[in-house]
């Protein structure tokens, strides 16, 4: 039972033993005063502004926690958060070093080795060519000087020259192509290998993480409550850390399902931490969550979460994550007809107080306007300075008129 609920059943059992008569059944008075609802929550005080730290992006590797600071630690501008292991990007910069150097070399001996095979291939094409310049320039073609074989033999001479300077200029060409590609591979090696180098230097660069302000660290926590330690391997933007703003807190707090009736923004409310329980904060309902959730897994008691926004928030005693215990004022009323809960029953499915009178206890049937923990406020049905029973009267030694609500109308 929360603490609301305990304050509404003491003030219920005082005015029942305040307003008890000598009648065998304990009785209490109908009372005209003003009706508050009040709920208990609890929750932690979080930050309303906070910086994220999270793992440099930089880095494009996953990344091992050497130091973390410690959570809760202050820290100022340019302090020192975490500082993570250089050996995977010290080991991946001599890699890419060691690769680069090769495929230098490897460009150096492939540009020499297609200098000389495209030297090879223009005098080869020009041998061919002045081949097939002395088969022209001494072709027999004079039928009255050279027999036919030997204007055949000079005709297939031609010929023959006029195919190796094509084929001289084939290779040449094919040649440049095969020197070509093989530039381009090993250019496509030099630059993934001058890429893996940049990422080395750039992850060197970003192996320490510091405070962009002044602040107060505080470690994230996964979905079991564990923070980084050092030895743990994080990855690119994974958050770490964050440096929450102090100056402005807020409460998130939990009611249960059952109590939230009534709950919304604007509420006001007081918040108590913990650690400084004399201290009270007041505060206002700033957000309700739409669904109902269970605060633990398995758990079939169902939450609405609150956040609450604190007027005045002082950096001295507040931290991020400080638990903290709300009474939230769901509902006010200047005057009402206010009677104990235990003086309601319920009979037949409709709501009725025994009226004590002359001839007895006189079932009458009520409105209920509101509920409190301990209190209720009736719209109608009965007066001030009416006494009504505690308990049923017919159980309780007491006379009953009648056992239905309809003996009497409602005043």
Not at 96 to 117: I, P, W
Not at 288 to 310: E, H, I, M, N
Request: aromatic content about 4%.
């Amino acid at each position: 039972m929360t603490r609301a609920a305990v304050a509404g059943w003491a003030l219920g059992l005082l005015l029942s033993a305040a307003c008890a008569g000598p009648s065998e059944v304990a009785t209490c008075r109908v009372e005209r005063r003003a009706f508050v609802r009040e709920v208990s929550a609890e929750g932690h005080l979080v930050a309303r502004r906070s910086t994220p730290l999270t793992v440099p992006q930089e880095a494009e590797a996953p990344m091992r926690v050497e130091w973390l600071v410690a959570d809760g630690a202050r820290v100022a501008a340019g302090d020192p958060i975490a500082r993570f292991d250089e050996t995977g990007f010290r080991a991946d910069l001599e890699q890419a070093t060691s690769e680069r150097s090769r495929a230098e070399l490897r460009r150096t001996g492939q540009e020499s080795g297609a200098r000389t095979e495209a030297a090879k291939g223009e005098l080869d094409a020009a041998l061919a060519r002045r081949e097939r310049e002395v088969a022209e320039t001494f072709r027999l073609t004079d039928e009255e000087l050279f027999s036919r074989n030997e204007r055949i033999e000079s005709e297939l001479d031609r010929d023959l020259a006029l195919a190796k300077e094509e084929h001289a200029l084939a290779a040449r060409d094919v040649r440049s192509r095969v020197a070509h590609g093989a530039a381009s591979l090993i250019e496509i090696e030099r630059r993934q290998a001058e890429l893996a180098l940049g990422r080395a230097e750039t992850g060197l660069a970003a192996l320490s993480l510091v405070a962009p302000h002044d602040g107060l660290v505080i470690l994230f926590r996964d979905w079991r409550g564990n923070v980084a330690r050092p030895g743990d391997t994080l990855y690119p933007g994974q958050r770490l850390a964050e440096l929450p703003d102090l100056a402005e807190m807020q409460a998130e707090v939990y009611v249960l399902e059952a109590d939230a009736g009534g709950l919304e923004v604007g509420a006001a409310a007081e918040v108590r931490l913990d650690a400084h329980p004399a201290r009270v904060f007041t505060a206002r309902v700033e957000r309700v969550d739409k669904v109902a959730k269970p605060r633990r897994r398995g758990s079939p008691v169902q939450y609405f979460g609150a956040t609450l926004a604190v007027a005045e928030s002082d950096p001295a005693v507040m931290r991020p994550g400080q638990r903290v215990r709300a009474r939230l004022t769901l509902e006010q009323r200047a005057a009402a007809l206010v009677v104990p809960r235990a003086a309601l029953f319920e009979v037949d499915g409709r709501q009725v107080v025994y009226r004590e009178g002359p001839a007895g206890f006189l079932p009458i049937e009520v409105t209920v306007e509101s509920a409190g923990a301990g209190l209720v406020a009736l719209a109608g049905g009965v007066a001030e300075g009416d006494r009504l029973a505690l308990a049923d009267p017919r159980r309780n030694g007491g006379r009953a008129t009648a056992a239905a609500p309809a003996a009497e109308a409602p005043r």
